[in-house]
């Protein structure tokens, strides 16, 4: 069992920066690929950034290409989204979860694809 608990969301401008992070119990985070998602009112959750268990596989979704940046640190049982030059569409609760990884460098893009999630944390970005 692993149980997320996301932080660092709230109300930041246009072109502000904010860095959330997704911390995970249990010894075995180092087995799980983590992933990103979002979900705005009204929208279906998806993904945002994921990355594989040994922080080599990386995929960005379209929107976020060059403005976030996802990673890990294995010894402090934690997944960070760095998240620059945010626009008011980036406006959601984001999730992290996390699924037991297959090889070094797979990551998961699928919703479905994800046994444990976090309780979400809200990103506003004001215009």
């Known amino acids: 069992q692993v149980q997320l608990v996301e932080s660092g969301g709230g109300l930041v401008q246009t072109g502000g920066s904010l860095r959330l992070s997704c911390a995970a119990s249990?010894?075995?985070?180092?087995?799980?690929?983590m992933g990103w998602f979002r979900q705005a009112p009204g929208k279906e959750r998806s993904i945002v950034a994921a990355?594989?268990?040994?922080?080599?596989?990386?995929y960005y979704g379209d929107s976020v290409k060059g403005r976030f940046t996802i990673s890990r640190n294995n010894a402090k049982n934690t997944v960070y989204l760095q998240m620059n030059s945010l626009q008011p569409e980036d406006t959601a609760v984001y999730y992290c979860?996390?699924?037991?990884?297959?090889?070094?460098?797979?990551?998961?893009?699928?919703?479905?694809?994800?046994?444990?999630w976090g309780q979400g944390t809200q990103v506003t970005v004001s215009s």
């Open positions: 990355i594989s268990y040994s922080g080599t596989g990386v």
């Open positions: 979860a996390g699924v037991l990884g297959r090889y070094s460098t797979t990551y998961y893009t699928a919703f479905s694809a994800y046994d444990y």
């Open positions: 249990g010894r075995t985070f180092s087995s799980y690929a």
